[in-house]
C-alpha cells in the first residue's frame, strides 16, 4: 500500500465565512478527507484570519481529519487551546520565535495524541528542518509567502528543496507526509507530485469554483 496517498486538503481561508458549517458539508461532499485552517497572528505573517474558536466551530460541524497551519509566533504559549479545539495535526513554522523551542513544541502536540508538522517558508532551506525530520509527521513545503490565498505557485524556489526532502526522507528510512501549500491547481499540483508531495493544500482552486465537486475531481485526478 502506498504509504502516502495524493490528497486534496480544501483551505478553509477560501470559503464564505458567513457560512462556515456548510462550507465544511460542501467539502465533505466534494470528497475531502482532510480540511487545511489556517492560523494568522499578523506578525509572524502580514495577515489576520483567526484562531482556536473558528477550529472548534470546525470540529463541531464535522469528523473530517483537522489540519491546522499556524502562522504564528510563540505556538507553545497558544498550544493548548488548538489542542482542545479538536484539531488533529498541527504544523509549526521553524521561523517563528517560541518562549521554549520548535524541539519541545512537537514534543508537546505528539504527546497530546495529535500528529505534529513543521512549516518551511518559501525561502527557507530544507537544512532548517534537519533537527526535527525524526520528531515530525508532516513537512509542510510553503510554495508561497505565507500570509494570503491567490498568490502564484512559487515553483523554481520550492521544488528542489522538496525532492530534496523526499530524497532525504527516503534515504534515512524516515516517514512523514510531504504537503505543498499555495498556488496549487490541476496544473500546478503535478509538478508539485513529481518532486515528493502527497499532500496538496488548494483553497482558491478548491473552495472558489461554485462547483466544488467537479473542481475537487480535477484537483484528485491531476494527482492520481
Ligand atoms: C497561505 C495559506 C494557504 C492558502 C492557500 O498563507 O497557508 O493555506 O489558503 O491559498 P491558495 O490555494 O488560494 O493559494
Ligand atoms: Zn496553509
Known amino acids: 500500500m502506498d504509504p502516502y496517498p495524493p490528497l486534496i486538503l480544501p483551505s478553509l481561508l477560501a470559503a464564505d465565512w458567513s457560512q462556515v458549517g456548510h462550507e465544511v458539508k460542501r467539502a465533505e461532499h466534494a470528497g475531502a478527507k482532510w480540511l487545511h485552517l489556517d492560523v494568522m497572528d499578523g506578525v509572524f505573517v502580514d495577515n489576520i484570519s483567526f484562531g482556536p474558536q473558528m477550529v472548534q466551530t470546525v470540529r463541531k460541524n464535522t469528523g473530517l481529519y483537522l489540519d491546522v497551519h499556524l502562522m504564528i509566533h510563540r505556538a507553545d504559549h497558544y498550544l493548548e487551546r488548538f489542542i482542545k479545539a479538536g484539531a488533529n495535526n498541527i504544523t509549526i513554522h521553524v521561523e517563528a520565535n517560541y518562549d521554549t523551542s520548535v ?107 461554485a462547483d466544488m465537486n467537479q473542481a475537487m475531481s480535477e484537483l484528485a485526478a491531476s494527482v492520481a
Do not use: W
Open 103 to 209: 524541539t519541545d513544541t512537537l514534543k508537546r502536540i505528539r504527546a497530546a495524541g495529535l500528529h505534529a508538522g513543521i512549516a518551511l517558508h518559501p525561502h527557507t532551506p530544507f537544512s532548517a528542518a534537519l533537527p526535527y525530520v525524526q520528531d515530525i509527521d508532516l513537512l509542510l513545503v510553503m510554495t508561497v509567502v505565507p500570509g494570503f490565498g491567490g498568490q502564484p505557485f512559487m515553483e523554481k524556489e520550492t521544488m528542489p528543496k522538496l525532492a530534496e526532502a523526499r530524497d532525504h526522507r527516503d534515504a534515512q528510512g524516515l516517514k512523514f507526509h510531504l504537503e505543498v501549500d499555495g498556488g496549487i491547481y490541476p496544473n500546478t499540483a503535478p509538478i508539485a507530485k513529481r518532486h515528493g508531495a502527497n499532500l496538496f493544500v488548494c483553497g482558491t482552486s478548491s473552495f472558489g469554483p
